[in-house]
């Protein structure tokens, strides 16, 4: 939705800052609500090919997007290749057993950057979403507020209890045990072990 890069961008100030999000709609909410002429902006597009020439960035941050890519080694690739000598990439990720191997494996694999900090900051965002998911918290009572159809309720008691973080910390709302119990269980929730925090360095 924009709101990271925007909290960022008012944070550390600098002199330039592009969002990128494979969603149109995105795009034109977070234009129309956030940019900020050509201090900050964003913009449609694949993270598998980046619409930006090369070493055009001196930091790239990608924040719980990587594990939804189909090809992530070519994600890496189009990093290296936007970002200048020494820059720095910053990826922040929740992971489970396979992504965790993959994501060694391209650390060993990919020589353009010299990873150079690692931090495991699972608890931290596991109390961030017990405090969301808490009765009478800003999340549950802006969910109650928009009134929705039934079916849109339904989908969102899905989704939108996976999207807060709730199958994260073993939490379960009423649908989603139903489900669980009648052996339908979302594809797209994953049986998550760790959220990373990873810092490395173009070479």
Do not use: C
């Not at 795009?27 to 598998?48: F, K, Q, S, W």
């Not at 090809?71 to 970002?83: C, G, I, K, M, T």
């Not at 191997?101 to 990873?115: K, M, N, P, S, V």
């Amino acid at each position: 939705m924009g709101e990271g890069l925007n909290f960022l961008v008012r944070l550390v100030d600098p002199s330039r800052a592009v969002g990128l999000d494979i969603s149109a709609a995105a795009i034109r909410r977070a234009n129309a609500l956030l940019a900020r002429g050509d201090r900050l902006t964003y913009v449609e597009g694949d993270a598998e090919r980046l619409p930006f020439g090369d070493q055009e960035f001196d930091l790239v941050i990608n924040v719980e997007s990587s594990h939804n890519y189909p090809d992530v080694e070519r994600f890496f690739h189009e990093v290296a290749r936007v970002l200048e000598p020494g820059g720095h990439f910053s990826l922040i990720d929740v992971f489970d057993p396979r992504s965790s191997a993959r994501f060694g494996r391209l650390q060993q694999e990919i020589t353009d950057f010299e990873w150079i900090h690692e931090r495991d900051v699972t608890e931290n965002v596991k109390s961030a979403i017990r405090r969301r998911m808490a009765p009478g918290s800003f999340f549950r009572e802006e969910y109650a507020r928009k009134r929705m159809p039934l079916r849109a309720r339904i989908i969102g008691g899905i989704g939108g209890a996976h999207y807060a973080g709730a199958d994260f910390i073993g939490h379960r709302d009423a649908l989603p045990r139903v489900l669980e119990l009648a052996r339908i269980r979302p594809g797209f929730v994953g049986e998550y072990e760790s959220y990373r925090h990873h810092l490395a360095r173009r070479a």
